[in-house]
């Protein structure tokens, strides 16, 4: 099975990579100072022309955009191109305040369409496949862009959204789905279902997950592909650079395989803006030098991650980047301690008697910041005597206390007693936002 959609741009020499970079970007450039007031302004104000932008190395010299400048030239100041030529909007989730619009014309529908293939073809889906979308179709990027992905390759597209958990497990085993894409935590939720449902595992074709659109951790894949018998790929993306398929994993998963041709990746120091070198954590900015509705120059992501630029045992050249540690602005400091909930998450999926259901609870009484971890006991392990739900907690609470370098207090709460999520979960309740 051929596993690569696009051998050109997937395996192109890291030298041919950089200058098609370069001349795209050359493009990209002209174009938004051409077409975009915003944008004019602020490379005047730098002090850079189009003309100074030679090579794919020059493009430190642009400035950076952020969600601020979206928010700031909402909803349309963005744009580059004219009314006529947009044919699709959408807009993010909003998990992090007010709506950030994006409009596209066909063109980029096409690019959309094409990175997307790239990442189901290297996930194994193939043109007689049926795959279940249980994204939500709508504003959010999820839904409608696994969807353009999977009809690109020409599978058999299943537009389920998400909820309706129930129907999704009847339809699955109907329709005989051998993909399902939807966030990873709503997997989890499905796999619950699927496992309480009336039908026998042997009866489902489904062998391929495409999971992301929220940070996930190597144990909550481990736990998904044991509860639903399947490899579990991750899909990244974000509205503002395209939506699902600016990177995905191959069958190895060393990584994701960003689609640098359309957009350039770079790693910067979140506090100084300075560029790092490969393999350093740092925020991840992206400029899209393909797009025309919406290009975006040098964005802030917020995501931190590293990226890899050696080959690939897959024969990808493609730059590959570590899994998104998460948000900068998803990090609580606790005690003055740095947490990231995936942290947690990782902890959680290591102890067996866990299920990787958990809620994080800060707060801030007599000044002093309160911190607390909810989570799932498994059935087989939840029991009345205290003394035994007292071992796990102390088995929990120590292994935190070593990963995170501050101790939580631990509840641990009955099986299915947390609330499900059928989008990107909300795991942390931090009340000191509103004090
Ligand atoms: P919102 O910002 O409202 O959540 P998006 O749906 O555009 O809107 O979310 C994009 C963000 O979701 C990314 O910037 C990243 O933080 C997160 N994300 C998307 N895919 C992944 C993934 N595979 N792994 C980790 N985080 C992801
Ligand atoms: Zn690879």
Redesign the pocket.
Known sequence: MNRIWNETMECMSRDDMRKLQGIRLRKAVERVYNCCEPYRKRMQEKGVEPGDIKSIDDIVKLPFTSKKDLRDYYPFGLLCSPMTDIVRLQA?????GKPIVVGYTRGDLDIWGEVGARCFTAYGIQKQDVVQISYGYGL???GLGAHCAVETIGGTVLPMSSGNTEKQIMLMHDFGAVGLACTPSYALYLAEALHNSPYPRDEFKLKIGAF?????TEGMRKDLEEKLNIKAY???????IIGPGVGYECEFQHGTHLCEDHFYPEIIDPETGEPLPPGQLGELVFSTITKEGMPLLRFR?R?LTSLNYEKCECGRTAVRMGK?LG?SDDMLIIRGVNVFPSQVESVICELPQLEPHYLLLVDRVNNLDTFEIQVEVKEEFYSDEVAKMLDIRKRIVHRLQSVLGISPDVRLVEPRSIERSQG?AKRVIDKRKFQ
């Open positions: 993010s989730s909003g998990t992090t959010f990027t999820g992301g659109a929220e940070p996930w991750d899909i990244y993306g974000l509205t503002e992501t995501d998104i948000r990107k």
